[in-house]
């Protein structure tokens, strides 16, 4: 479900990049869940709504989208641990 601001901030598309089409080297898939590690790491819900409903409309299984979700979340935490290592070796 898109969130009120969802469909405020873009009327009748919730993301702006929706409208991309397929590439040649890239299947729809691979091209969806790309966008799904983007939209994560961009912070951008509307993003994540609506590519995460066109990764469901092609196909995707609940488990596929929780492995993507988590993948995501680790490549977009690793910056934060290792700036947070960085500083407590500075400190030592």
């Excluded at 609506?50 to 989208?65: L, P």
């Amino acid at each position: 479900m898109m969130s009120k601001e969802s469909k405020q901030s873009s009327p009748g598309r919730a993301c702006d990049c929706s409208s991309l089409s397929g590439g040649v080297a890239l299947s729809e898939r691979e091209l969806e869940m790309v966008a799904i590690g983007a939209a994560i790491a961009g912070n951008c819900i509307p993003c994540l709504e609506w590519h995460y409903a066109k990764c469901i409309e092609i196909g995707f299984t609940k488990e596929e989208m929780q492995e993507a979700f988590a993948r995501a979340k680790l490549v977009k935490e690793m910056p934060n641990k290792k700036i947070y290592e960085t500083a407590r070796k500075l400190n030592k």
